[in-house]
């Protein structure tokens, strides 16, 4: 425990040093690896261009087989292309790019600088609930106060039906249509799965009861075991 205790404040220490722009270099190199670790899962860019394996499914069984095995295979590949279109977005209309940076910075200040609970009224607000109104105020500022959400939705909004629409008329090879575990589906609902645990831990700590997730539990349970 000493140990553990000694590390995050080493963290702490570290994240006051570097301050809110040396954390964003650290976030953009760390997003960059990331692009670079999903290219690497990709699979080669050729096979989703080549024109004769494009063909009408011969029915609706046919076009969802189709479409997941394609996204298990190419899933890495379509990911990409959202990611290339929100980049779009943003070199296009810089002035988007304003209010994700200051929000950024602002978790940045508050969750990794600051990191420490806040007193209002007499009462401490730790971590979990800081993170909690940040995404709140964020969820405000990027929905209602400025149109960078509308944007960005519609650009992955649209490139979701074109890669679904892709997945449908691409023709997969002939081989096992079962999910091979280093498939992009089942990546992505590991990831998912984790990803819902840290959300609902976190607002459970704030006092939500646990009640109140047992509809997303089941509706979730339901989605994995259908892919």
Same mark, same amino acid.
């Given at each position: 425990? *000493?140990?553990?205790?000694?590390?995050?404040?080493?963290?702490?220490?570290?994240?006051?040093?570097?301050?809110?722009?040396?954390?964003?270099?650290?976030?953009?190199?760390?997003?960059? !690896?990331?692009?670079?670790?999903? $290219?690497?899962?990709?699979?080669?860019?050729?096979?989703?261009?080549?024109?004769?394996?494009?063909?009408?499914?011969?029915?609706?069984?046919?076009?969802?087989?189709?479409?997941?095995?394609?996204?298990?295979?190419?899933?890495?590949?379509?990911?990409?292309?959202?990611?290339?279109?929100?980049?779009?977005?943003?070199?296009?209309?810089?002035?988007?790019?304003?209010?994700? *940076?200051?929000?950024?910075?602002?978790?940045?200040?508050?969750?990794?600088?600051?990191?420490?609970?806040?007193?209002?009224?007499?009462?401490?607000?730790?971590?979990?609930? $800081?993170?909690?109104?940040?995404? *709140?105020?964020?969820?405000?500022?990027?929905?209602?106060?400025?149109?960078?959400?509308?944007?960005?939705?519609?650009?992955?909004?649209?490139?979701?039906?074109?890669?679904?629409?892709?997945?449908?008329?691409?023709?997969?090879?002939?081989?096992?249509?079962?999910?091979? !575990?280093?498939?992009?589906?089942?990546?992505?609902?590991? $990831?998912?799965?984790?990803?819902?645990? $840290?959300?609902?831990?976190?607002? !459970?700590?704030?006092?939500?009861?646990?009640?109140?997730?047992? *509809?997303?539990?089941?509706?979730?349970?339901?989605?994995?075991?259908?892919?």
């Amino acid at each position: 425990a *000493a140990h553990d205790a000694g590390a995050m404040e080493d963290e702490s220490g570290k994240n006051k040093a570097l301050g809110v722009p040396g954390l964003m270099l650290a976030a953009g190199r760390h997003v960059i !690896e990331d692009v670079k670790g999903l $290219q690497a899962r990709a699979a080669p860019w050729r096979e989703l261009i080549d024109h004769r394996a494009v063909s009408l499914p011969s029915g609706v069984y046919d076009g969802l087989a189709r479409l997941r095995r394609n996204c298990n295979d190419l899933g890495y590949n379509y990911f990409l292309i959202l990611l290339a279109l929100v980049a779009t977005c943003l070199v296009l209309r810089p002035s988007l790019l304003l209010p994700i *940076a200051g929000i950024t910075a602002l978790w940045l200040y508050v969750l990794r600088v600051r990191a420490a609970d806040v007193h209002v009224g007499g009462r401490a607000f730790g971590l979990h609930s $800081q993170r909690i109104a940040l995404v *709140a105020f964020a969820v405000v500022v990027l929905h209602f106060a400025t149109n960078v959400s509308s944007v960005l939705f519609s650009a992955l909004f649209w490139g979701a039906v074109a890669c679904t629409a892709h997945a449908a008329l691409r023709t997969p090879p002939p081989g096992d249509d079962s999910q091979s !575990e280093g498939g992009f589906v089942n990546a992505f609902f590991t $990831q998912g799965a984790s990803a819902y645990r $840290q959300v609902k831990d976190g607002v !459970e700590a704030v006092g939500v009861p646990s009640q109140w997730f047992n *509809a997303a539990d089941q509706a979730w349970a339901r989605l994995s075991g259908a892919v």
